[in-house]
């Protein structure tokens, strides 16, 4: 059933505590603020069903490639532009681009031209997670339509503020969680709010990645046509090393989150889908390095709690990188448990279900072609301009990437916490408070208004 926009922002307003009403315009503070500007709104454009939309693809490295061809898919929409800080990858990806789909591509080392463009309807991030929620927030400032990659923030703060922007300039804001427009998870949804397993009071995500040891590749040159400072951006500016760039910098708490930052995201989701619940009150984790001695600073195993003493009902959260049974198979997925039986969602668009005290098999299905279907979704509620109408809403990307961001709290602090999910903030705690920001790096400011 569609929600309507006034209910989703209410629900944005109920679920953050941020009370997303018109305010003045972007302010940047700083010595360097005015390198820096917020771009130009440009005023909101109707898509009729034959207009052609133009996206530009931000971070093209790795899931971008994706992107690309998620976009090319779609009818009447075009990949207009390709921007990365690295101009010896953007270069390569804009030839093999124009190889494989016979047009020009127009190349940008710096997002913010990609933003003054006002030939770029909508941008798709799939930038390193330290970069996600400025990123969108300026696109939104600058009249572009989103698609985020998860987690679509990289702290807690971060997300109410995303969703402030959305609404503020009425953009349509989709986070990377394709599960939401999977046919069959939709389902399995269904299924779990009609009592198939009967209350559903636990849940279960689960991240088993093969991660080995990336060793420490120490201090190097910064390798040619790498804008070292736009990719660090809010981020501190440490000695460039290839321990973060281009991949593991998910390693690292001040660009990545770990793997329940990482993967872990699409089961953060599923896990509040499905219990139907927002932010805990209650959260411990603990874990560790255990195998490698190398340069990762999150931990590579790692289990979280998440209590709702109120809606009797907790989530479990586990990371584990190496050798571990997969658990009836949802080795990276989602366990349910109701007190008729239990379901399991493996991976990307299959799930399965066992009822009663015999596990006698119950409904089972799968879908495929959840991404593609979710990257029509995002242009279905452009051309209507509709926020009602998305699988994957900007409050999706705040709560279950807030999800995770609480967890690695916890876990960095070593305690268990107590939170108020209405004001989202830590109970009697300066310290697990301050982490629910950042210190932003000049002129790479977070907006204090919106």
């Known amino acids: 059933m569609k929600t309507t926009h006034s209910r989703r922002k209410f629900l944005a307003t109920a679920l953050t505590g941020t009370v997303a009403s018109i305010v003045a315009p972007v302010a940047l503070h700083g010595k360097d603020a005015e390198s820096f500007t917020a771009p130009q709104v440009i005023p909101e454009q109707a898509f009729g069903a034959n207009d052609r939309i133009r996206v530009a693809v931000l971070g093209v490295n790795g899931r971008g490639q994706t992107h690309i061809e998620e976009v090319m898919k779609q009818p009447n929409v075009t990949v207009a532009a390709l921007c990365d800080p690295d101009m010896i990858i953007l270069k390569k990806r804009a030839q093999s681009f124009e190889e494989t789909y016979k047009q020009k591509v127009l190349v940008e080392q710096d997002f913010r031209r990609i933003y003054d463009n006002k030939d770029i309807d909508a941008v798709t991030l799939a930038t390193p997670n330290h970069w996600h929620a400025l990123q969108s927030i300026l696109a939104c400032q600058?009249?572009?339509?989103?698609?985020?990659?998860?987690?679509?923030?990289?702290?807690?703060?971060?997300?109410?503020?995303?969703?402030?922007?959305?609404y503020r300039y009425n953009r349509i804001v989709q986070h990377g969680v394709q599960l939401r427009s999977s046919k069959s998870i939709r389902e399995a949804i269904r299924l779990l709010n009609e009592g198939l397993i009967g209350r559903v009071y636990m849940a279960r995500g689960l991240v088993y990645r093969w991660r080995p040891d990336i060793g420490n590749r120490g201090v190097s040159k910064i390798p040619e046509g790498l804008d070292y400072d736009l990719w660090c951006g809010p981020a501190p500016m440490a000695p460039f090393t290839r321990n973060l760039v281009h991949y593991n910098w998910h390693w690292h708490w001040n660009y990545g989150n770990g793997d329940v930052g990482n993967q872990g995201i699409?089961?953060?989701?599923?896990?509040?889908?499905?219990?139907?619940?927002?932010?805990?009150?209650?959260?411990?984790?603990?874990?560790?390095?255990?195998?490698?001695?190398?340069?990762?600073?999150?931990?590579?195993?790692?289990?979280?709690?998440?209590?709702?003493?109120?809606?009797?009902?907790?989530?479990?959260?586990?990371?584990?990188?190496?050798?571990?049974?997969?658990?009836?198979?949802?080795?990276?997925?989602?366990?349910?448990?109701?007190?008729?039986?239990?379901m399991v969602i493996k991976g990307y668009g299959v799930y399965e279900t066992w009822l009663g005290e015999k596990r006698e098999k119950g409904p089972s299905g799968e879908d495929p072609n959840e991404l593609s279907d979710h990257f029509k979704n995002w242009f279905d509620a452009i051309r209507a301009r509709d926020m009602s109408l998305q699988n994957g809403p900007v409050e999706t990307g705040h709560l279950s990437s807030a999800l995770a961001h609480l967890?690695?709290?916890?876990?960095?602090?070593?305690?268990?916490?107590?939170?108020?999910?209405?004001?989202?903030?830590?109970?009697?705690?300066?310290?697990?408070?301050?982490?629910?920001?950042?210190?932003?790096?000049?002129?790479?400011?977070?907006?204090?208004?919106?």
Not at 413 to 428: H, K, M
Request: proline share 5%.
């Open 142 to 166: 600058a009249g572009k339509d989103v698609y985020v990659e998860k987690p679509a923030t990289h702290n807690v703060y971060e997300g109410k503020k995303l969703i402030e922007a959305a």
């Open 266 to 342: 699409h089961e953060t989701d599923l896990c509040m889908w499905g219990l139907n619940v927002g932010l805990p009150e209650r959260i411990t984790s603990m874990g560790g390095k255990f195998l490698w001695d190398d340069c990762k600073e999150v931990p590579e195993i790692q289990t979280s709690i998440y209590h709702y003493p109120r809606q009797k009902k907790i989530i479990q959260f586990e990371v584990r990188n190496w050798c571990t049974n997969l658990e009836d198979g949802a080795g990276v997925g989602n366990i349910f448990y109701g007190d008729k039986g239990y």
């Open 407 to 450: 967890g690695n709290i916890s876990y960095r602090l070593g305690r268990q916490l107590t939170f108020d999910p209405v004001a989202e903030r830590f109970v009697g705690d300066g310290d697990a408070n301050q982490m629910l920001t950042r210190e932003y790096r000049s002129p790479y400011l977070l907006p204090e208004k919106i």
